[in-house]
């Protein structure tokens, strides 16, 4: 069996592959073909993009063509890249699927500009007539993740962080989107004491107690997903290569 997914509050270092193994755990289970990525600009989300291009590349190198007991291909997964606003943020999906050359017959990124943080007839009117009918994941990683920038504007942040109004849209009729995999943070927890951990699991036993806003923000986000069928997942560390990051920050 998969098990029980993460549990809010109280998962551990999880990164970019965690993200990419839920979808691919949810594409097998849900058959799903069209998934909507958001903060697709984003740090987080460039490199989820850059994860469906290179993990569908590599499954097109496995050519079956001359073996009959193989199955078929399976169709094409969409990712519909949502983003607020990014100078060239087409030409920059585009510059990374011409790097896996093999994607094509495994993945189509489609990306669609919108503001989440809008009200639902801006949401409707923004994405009703690009999205399909039927939407089977959503990849939510879009956030003001800078806690200085969220205490400075708490409503901002809040509209950001908890966008409302989007999963209204996506979870409703016609779409009815089954699976959300979000990100909660460790800000949710005050962090003025050691954390008491199952150590089998790596869960925290702590009831959560934000500090600031940005924490506050995450535990609403939490809180409100868990009563529309969703799955948080923790993260303390998020590194990668893409852009100004911090591994080419060490080296620098």
């Given at each position: 069996g998969l098990g029980a997914p993460p549990k809010p509050s109280g998962t551990h270092a999880h990164n970019t592959n965690t993200i990419l193994h839920s979808t691919i755990i949810i594409i097998v289970i849900m058959n799903a073909r069209h998934i909507v990525l958001t903060g697709a600009s984003g740090y987080l989300g460039q490199h989820i993009i850059h994860s469906f291009l290179m993990s569908s590349n590599n499954d097109n190198d496995n050519d079956h063509s001359n073996n009959d007991n193989q199955p078929s291909q399976p169709p094409i997964v969409v990712l519909h890249a949502l983003y607020s606003?990014?100078?060239?943020?087409?030409?920059?999906?585009?510059?990374?699927?011409?790097?896996?050359?093999?994607?094509?017959?495994?993945?189509?990124?489609?990306?669609?500009?919108?503001?989440?943080?809008?009200?639902?007839?801006?949401?409707?009117?923004?994405?009703?007539?690009?999205?399909?009918?039927?939407?089977?994941?959503?990849?939510?990683?879009?956030?003001?993740?800078?806690?200085?920038?969220?205490?400075?504007?708490?409503?901002?942040?809040?509209?950001?962080?908890?966008?409302?109004?989007?999963?209204?849209?996506?979870?409703?009729?016609?779409?009815?989107c089954p699976w959300i995999v979000a990100l909660s943070t460790d800000h949710v927890y005050a962090g003025d004491e050691p954390p008491n951990v199952v150590e089998e699991t790596g869960d925290s036993t702590d009831a959560p107690r934000p500090i600031n806003v940005y924490g506050q923000t995450k535990l609403e986000l939490e809180r409100y997903l868990m009563d529309h069928i969703a799955t948080p997942t923790g993260t303390t560390t998020v590194i990668g290569f893409l852009g100004s990051n911090f591994l080419g920050a060490l080296g620098a």
């Open positions: 606003s990014h100078v060239d943020f087409d030409r920059r999906v585009q510059d990374y699927a011409a790097k896996f050359p093999n994607n094509n017959e495994n993945v189509e990124i489609r990306t669609h500009q919108v503001d989440l943080t809008t009200s639902a007839d801006g949401i409707e009117s923004a994405l009703s007539s690009s999205l399909p009918p039927r939407i089977e994941a959503c990849l939510h990683v879009a956030a003001r993740a800078n806690p200085n920038a969220c205490q400075n504007d708490p409503d901002g942040s809040r509209a950001v962080n908890v966008p409302t109004a989007f999963f209204r849209f996506l979870t409703t009729s016609p779409r009815q």
